[in-house]
């Protein structure tokens, strides 16, 4: 019994350790140089760490990368891709102030820069969350024994959860509830192709694919003229 407590106050931390480093790195800039980077290290090592496992092939087939025709991948991810561009068309074109992105890319010295650096960021980013919440966190809430529609629903909600405090820096409480809630179906879209066998690679191309039409969104809230 305290074993079975046990493995479920770690399966909470797991959930909540991402909103919990996004907390305190970005929304309350903490130390952000240090924490944000190490919550990062802690998403590609916690697998190793927990599964016992120092190969990284065996951590990638046990976090349900296989071969794939990544048809699954790139059909979600058009699907995606069009939901959000009929978002942004239909309901915050106009509606959105870009005022917050641009001054944090401007302090870093980013903004001339936009695309390349967006790009490599995303490529980057999208594949660490694959990694941790389609991956590990998908595969200890299957150990639990757990319906899949609560994997489904706990994954997406953890994902869309700590997206969040990234939001609510640069967009008012309504739109930030509102792509927080958007971001929870993502997850939970990708969650639901894992529980159906689905190669986490397709659930790395369908996430990347909606990140870029979201960067595209970003340009244009820049005023869609840095190009590089």
């Not at 903490?30 to 927990?50: D, E, M, R, T």
């Not at 009929?86 to 944090?104: E, H, P, R, S």
């Not at 890319?105 to 903004?111: E, G, Q, Y």
């Not at 509102?178 to 179906?185: D, L, N, P, R, Y």
């Amino acid at each position: 019994m305290r074993s079975d407590r046990t493995s479920w106050l770690w399966l909470t931390v797991w959930l909540v350790f991402p909103a919990v480093a996004t907390w305190t790195s970005f929304t309350l800039q903490w130390w952000p140089q240090v924490l944000y980077p190490l919550s990062k290290v802690v998403l590609v090592v916690a697998p190793f760490v927990v599964w016992r496992l120092r190969s990284v092939i065996t951590a990638s087939r046990q976090a349900g990368v296989k071969k794939t025709g990544g048809l699954w991948g790139l059909i979600s991810g058009a699907v995606l891709g069009v939901v959000i561009f009929a978002a942004w068309q239909g309901l915050f074109q106009g509606q959105i102030n870009g005022d917050a992105i641009a001054a944090k890319l401007t302090s870093l010295n980013l903004i001339d820069h936009y695309w390349s650096v967006a790009l490599f960021i995303a490529m980057i980013n999208s594949l660490l969350e694959e990694w941790y919440w389609r991956g590990f966190v998908f595969e200890r809430l299957k150990e639990r024994k757990l319906a899949a529609v609560w994997v489904v629903l706990l994954g997406g909600a953890g994902f869309g959860f700590h997206h969040y405090f990234t939001l609510i820096v640069y967009f008012s409480l309504p739109i930030t509830l509102f792509f927080t809630f958007a971001t929870m179906v993502a997850g939970a879209l990708w969650s639901w192709m894992r529980s159906r066998g689905v190669s986490l690679v397709d659930c790395y191309i369908s996430h990347l694919i909606a990140d870029v039409a979201l960067l595209w969104i970003g340009w244009q809230l820049l005023g869609g003229t840095h190009v590089i």
